[in-house]
Nanobody
Framework: QVQLVESGGGLVQAGGSLRLSCAASGRTFSNYVMGWFRQAPGKDREFVAA????????YYADSVKGRFTISRDNAKSTVYLQMNSLKPEDTAVYYCAAKGYGGSKRWANDYDYWGQGTQVTVSS
């Protein structure tokens, strides 16, 4: 049973930083892609960033490029999302997700496993 457990969300002022963590368990993830998505109230779930476990390739949405950094720790089976220079429009529930290596990294429907989400609120 694959489990993804997010942590690290919270309330922060605009310009501040947060680091989200996603602890993965239940299988070997060496051929998986790990992604972060977010969903604001009344909006669709949108892609934020992804990383390939096998070769550490990273992908970012244009809206977060240069501010957010995705990384992984193999020993801990954990993926991180370092979020800097946060803006009020970054406010959303952030979800960790996992999928097999092939196909799109940016399409939520391609992901097989999802965490429960963690709330990030950025005040102006």
């Amino acid at each position: 049973q694959v489990q993804l457990v997010e942590s690290g969300g919270g309330l922060v002022q605009a310009g501040g930083s947060l680091r989200l963590s996603c602890a993965a368990s239940g299988r070997t993830f060496s051929n998986y892609v790990m992604g972060w998505f977010r969903q604001a109230p009344g909006k669709d779930r949108e892609f934020v960033a992804a990383i390939t476990w096998r070769d550490n390739r990273t992908y970012y949405a244009d809206s977060v490029k240069g501010r957010f950094t995705i990384s992984r720790d193999n020993a801990k089976s954990t993926v991180y999302l370092q979020m800097n220079s946060l803006k009020p429009e970054d406010t959303a529930v952030y979800y960790c997700a996992a999928k097999g290596y092939g196909g799109s990294k940016r399409w939520a429907n391609d992901y097989d496993y999802w965490g429960q989400g963690t709330q990030v609120t950025v005040s102006s």
